[in-house]
């Protein structure tokens, strides 16, 4: 059975510190992997997409890492602002056709940056 | 540029009513279109999906159903809602085949409380 496990399930940080969240997945064939940020009420967003052949990517104070060997992917949060307090949720697909039929997601972690 | 529009963004309705979510996407054509519902500490659980007019796949066997008019049109419903069926629900697109960028769109979503 495909399945996306996000840790931690919330987290709680100072502003300006880093975290990293956690997603470890059993999705096979796996296609690839994206990160979306989801306020509070609001749809989610697409943060980073990683085919299986990239290891590292980039967004802004955002960076995923993916490990397809390991089916372990991170995302770290660099210098956090009070914005970045968001659900972060790990999608992944398991089918290039870019069909949603094929997408596993996380339940997501939330994260909230206090002052 | 593409852009999704979801609507309405609240609604409180009573048990027994029916229900009609709709959606539009702007700057495409032919796209896959989704509707999911999301629960307090639960993944996106996908609900319909359509790879074109007329077409509909329901994923979940429930009170609900969706219908595709037009191209860019999608439509959530029920004929009778119950207080289960309350809920956050997201609309979505996606492109056709990998080339169109491995990336689903969100709507802003729409908070339904049945009471």
């Known amino acids: 059975k495909n399945q996306v496990e996000q840790s931690p399930q919330s987290l709680i940080i100072l502003e300006g510190k880093n975290c990293t969240l956690q997603?470890?997945?059993?999705?096979?064939?796996?296609?690839?992997l994206r990160w979306y940020k989801q306020d509070t009420g609001r749809g989610p967003v697409s943060l980073t997409i990683?085919?299986?052949?990239?290891n590292t990517k980039s967004n802004g104070r955002y960076t995923a890492t993916l490990d397809a060997d390991t089916k372990q992917s991170s995302l770290h949060i660099t210098a956090s602002q009070l914005s970045d307090s968001a659900s972060y949720i790990c999608v992944v697909s398991a089918d290039n056709s870019n069909s949603g039929y094929a997408l596993n997601f996380g339940k997501g972690t939330s994260l909230l940056v206090t002052p | 540029s593409q852009t999704i529009h979801q609507w309405p963004a609240t609604l409180v309705q009573p048990v027994g009513s029916p229900l009609s979510l709709e959606c539009t996407v702007e700057g495409t054509s032919n796209p896959n279109l989704y509707w999911y519902r999301q629960a307090a500490g639960r993944g996106l659980q996908l609900l319909f999906y359509s790879v074109g007019i007329g077409q509909i796949s329901s994923e979940v066997p429930q009170n609900l159903s969706a219908s595709r008019p037009q191209d860019r049109q999608f439509i959530l419903s029920s004929k009778k809602l119950l207080l289960s069926d309350s809920g956050f629900y997201l609309c979505?697109?996606?492109?056709?085949?990998?080339?169109?960028?491995?990336?689903?769109?969100f709507g802003e979503g729409s908070w339904l409380t049945v009471v």
């Open positions: 997603c470890n997945y059993t999705v096979s064939p796996f296609s690839n």
């Open positions: 990683m085919t299986f052949s990239e």
């Open positions: 979505a697109w996606t492109g056709i085949g990998a080339s169109s960028g491995n990336t689903i769109y």
